[in-house]
């Protein structure tokens, strides 16, 4: 177990001291990050070594890691030593607050009891059972028992869902690699491994924008939603793509902040490495470049070497997807088949029913609890702080971008009816779930509590 | 008469109530009726809507932490098999006794009654494919010639099995696998 995850997160950890020089790489914080930079790291080596036909086994990955972990390293070097020293960013600035009053702790404490017994649960429940997920066994599960089995991905076009990114099969076929022999129960450890890495950074990232107060009802907030803890403990692709795409969003929100360009450059890699997750991914990416412009258009500051940032914010990311994209034109693989343009239907006579299935699927049912509605009522309540904080203006922006790609592709695509499933909208809702608690958090914070 | 409500529209119900009761109140108390109804208004939802989540948290949690000490923890010591028994049921029995007649990787057709594209039909195949694999009736049958016949829910399986082939495994009359006469399996 410390080889199949001590090596991706090693590598996460040399990449983001690579990134951030001055942080300490071993922090929780820099390690849930690193805990995501390195299974895309390992997704991504993978990825290239079966494209590359070279066999996907444990001393070729680790080698190329290793490879990947050098250049990274000398990257590093070449900021801290060759060079002056990095100015250490301001990332760990944190807001006091006021002298906190009796009742003020008994919550916190109540929040952190709440918040240790859910954490406590995901990871034995999902230790507990084996494998079971429908997705998992007839498609992300299989896959990674293929490229197990045959150390390659020569065989891609045939692969159930075909067009599907690569990035959970990889790692459970790493797992499995490692331990040399399949393993149905254990390989579910990355799972509650990335839900705790995506509290710990959300957590963080309410921490720099709130007190230590607002950020625990953040989460213990976030853990009132039941879909989100069960993704914690089933082996379905949505709690990774959750974890890469709500990041993108925090990293670009800590950009704007810090205008420190590692955050734009960690945004295009968490982009890219959400990608090579979900086709979702690719999609996703429109909302990345409105908050990137959006940024730009609205502070002066954040336009200085412009063309070097849009670098910095584009290459990474097309170079994570872009590869695995042309593998699969250049295989005969459709290269996105849920985004399928459908032009046999009326799409007006559409637009009512999605949204109806919307409202149903965000109001009435116990996946979110009665987070959304508590969000707009925030919203109503604090319309003024739209106006006032572009952070918040930026999450309500992205909130409603993400909700127009997906009504988008319910209304325009032949995925209309699969989307709209019972059991599919709540996990593409689940994509961007916890920005809707971010914004009751800041548009609710106030200082003196 | 509330038995069949949605219980997420009784809890919005009620939070419009605690509101109406909330507005009542301030129109009461206040002279000046207009400066600060909305926010008053506003405020006050949030706090009833996060009363009522906290409530509703209390119930979830309560219902979890009795369904772990209840299912979870009897669980850790039953085997993985035993687990993986109770879940995917014959599927996952018949896998893996045909694993254990006929080894190594192998093309397979599967023939079957069910419907594989839908329902039940369509879990049963998968669970089928993915415990069965190295046998692999998804991927390599698309490739490589058929080696192997899976005959899965298959009535009266035996009459089925294709010229060529022989059975090696035979589950009730419903399930048979057989090989090609040609390429001995080590069993």
Not at chain 1, 59 to 70: D, I, K
Not at chain 1, 221 to 233: E, P
Not at chain 1, 282 to 311: D, S
Not at chain 1, 317 to 343: H, R
Request: aromatic share 16%; charged share 15%.
């Amino acid at each position: 177990m410390v080889f199949i995850l001590g090596v991706p997160v090693l590598a996460g950890a040399i990449f983001y001291k690579c990134l951030f020089p001055g942080e300490n790489p071993f922090s929780p914080g820099s390690l849930s990050v690193s805990f995501g930079a390195g299974m895309g790291i390992l997704g991504q080596v993978m990825l290239y070594t079966g494209m590359f036909h070279r066999g996907i086994n444990i001393l070729n990955v680790t080698f190329w890691m290793g490879t990947a972990a050098a250049v990274c390293l000398l990257v590093y070097l070449r900021k801290c030593v060759l060079k002056k020293p990095a100015a250490v960013p301001d990332t760990g600035r944190t807001l006091p607050g006021a002298r906190a009053s009796l009742a003020v702790k008994v919550l916190a404490a109540c929040a952190t009891v709440y918040i240790a017994t859910y954490v406590f649960y995901v990871f034995m429940h999902a230790l507990t059972l084996p494998v079971f997920g429908w997705d998992t066994i007839a498609s992300a599960g299989f896959k990674a028992k293929v490229i197990f089995n045959e150390r390659s991905i020569r065989h891609l076009k045939y692969f159930p869902n075909a067009s599907f990114p690569l990035q959970l099969p990889f790692m459970m076929a790493w797992f499995n690699i490692v331990l040399g022999k399949w393993n149905d129960q254990y390989v579910k450890i990355f799972f509650p491994l990335v839900f705790m890495s995506f509290v710990i950074v959300f957590y963080g990232f309410l921490r720099k924008c709130t007190t230590r107060m607002w950020a625990l009802l953040g989460v213990a907030l976030l853990f009132s939603s039941n879909l989100f803890i069960a993704h914690g403990t089933i082996s379905y692709r949505d709690l990774l793509m959750l974890y890469y795409n709500v990041c993108c969003i925090m990293f670009l929100l800590e950009w704007s902040r810090t205008k420190d360009d590692s955050y734009l450059v960690l945004t295009s890699f968490f982009a890219g490495f959400g990608a090579s997750t979900k086709l979702e991914g690719y999609v996703y990416v429109l909302v990345y470049i409105l908050l990137f412009t959006m940024f730009l258009a609205m502070k002066n500051e954040l336009r200085k070497g412009l063309a070097a940032k849009c670098v910095k914010f584009s290459v990474p990311a097309l170079s994570m997807s872009l590869p695995f994209v042309l593998y699969k034109a250049f295989n005969g693989v459709m290269v996105n088949q849920k985004f399928v343009i459908d032009t046999s239907i009326d799409y007006l006579s559409r637009i009512i029913s999605t949204l109806l299935r919307f409202n149903e699927s965000l109001f009435l049912t116990a996946n979110w609890n009665i987070l959304w509605f508590i969000m707009i009522v925030s919203s109503l309540a604090n319309y003024k702080k739209f106006r006032a904080d572009l952070k918040i203006t930026a999450l309500a922006v992205s909130v409603l971008a993400f909700f127009a790609i997906h009504i988008c592709v319910a209304v325009f695509t032949v995925n209309y009816e699969q989307l709209l499933a019972t059991v599919t909208l709540p996990r593409v809702i689940l994509h961007f779930f916890p920005l809707s608690v971010l914004l009751i958090v800041l548009l609710n914070y106030r200082a003196e509590v | 008469m509330l038995g069949n409500t949605h219980p997420y529209i009784l809890l919005y119900a009620s939070i419009a109530v605690s509101a109406v009761i909330l507005v009542c109140v301030y129109l009461l108390s206040k002279n000046n009726v207009k400066a600060g109804l909305y926010s008053f208004f506003a405020r006050n939802i949030f706090t009833v809507g996060l009363i009522m989540l906290v409530l509703s948290v209390l119930f979830q949690t309560v219902y979890q932490i009795n369904h772990y000490f209840k299912d979870d923890l009897k669980l850790l010591r039953v085997p993985l098999t035993t687990k993986k028994t109770g879940i995917f049921k014959t599927p996952y029995e018949f896998a893996v006794n045909a694993k254990k007649t006929v080894t190594g990787s192998r093309s397979a057709e599967l023939i079957t009654d069910m419907n594989i594209n839908r329902g039940g039909g369509a879990t049963a195949y998968h669970s089928l494919a993915y415990f069965l694999y190295p046998i692999d009736i998804k991927v390599r049958p698309a490739y490589e010639p058929v080696d192997t016949c899976i005959m899965f829910y298959k009535k009266n399986a035996v009459k089925y099995v294709p010229e060529g082939f022989y059975p090696v495994y035979r589950s009730g009359d419903m399930g048979v696998v057989a090989i090609r006469k040609e390429k001995p399996c080590r069993f």
